[in-house]
């Protein structure tokens, strides 16, 4: 059974950075994508960024390119996603999902396995 969890969610004021994990476990991914979401207030779930593991493709929305930047530590096995120049329309919860075929997509509907979310709150 593959379990995401996510930690490094928060408050912090506008402008200020984040680093948020996603710690994964159940399965030895090698062609697997990991991918971010997140689903600010009154609002639908978004794509925000995913990696193949080790590394070899990455794709970001367009409001994440230049501000936010995934990366993986294989001897974790956990996933991150730093987040600089903070704005508070980047306030969301943020998942982590795994896509266990490959597709790396930003259809949320690819993705497998889920975390529980953490919450971001960007402050004016």
């Known amino acids: 059974q593959v379990q995401l969890v996510e930690s490094g969610g928060g408050s912090v004021q506008a402008g200020d950075s984040l680093r948020l994990s996603c710690a994964t476990s159940?399965?030895?991914?090698?062609?697997?994508?990991i991918g971010w979401f997140r689903q600010p207030p009154g609002k639908e779930r978004e794509f925000v960024a995913n990696?193949?593991?080790?590394?070899?493709?990455?794709n970001y929305a367009d409001f994440a390119k230049g501000r936010f930047t995934v990366s993986e530590d294989d001897a974790e096995i956990t996933v991150y996603l730093q987040m600089n120049s903070l704005k508070p329309e980047d306030t969301a919860v943020y998942y982590c999902?795994?896509?266990?075929?490959?597709?790396?997509?930003?259809?949320?509907?690819?993705?497998?396995?889920w975390g529980q979310g953490t919450q971001v709150s960007v402050s004016p």
């Open positions: 159940g399965r030895t991914f090698s062609d697997d994508f």
């Open positions: 990696i193949r593991w080790r590394g070899q493709i990455v």
């Open positions: 999902a795994a896509d266990l075929y490959g597709l790396g997509s930003e259809d949320q509907r690819s993705y497998d396995y």
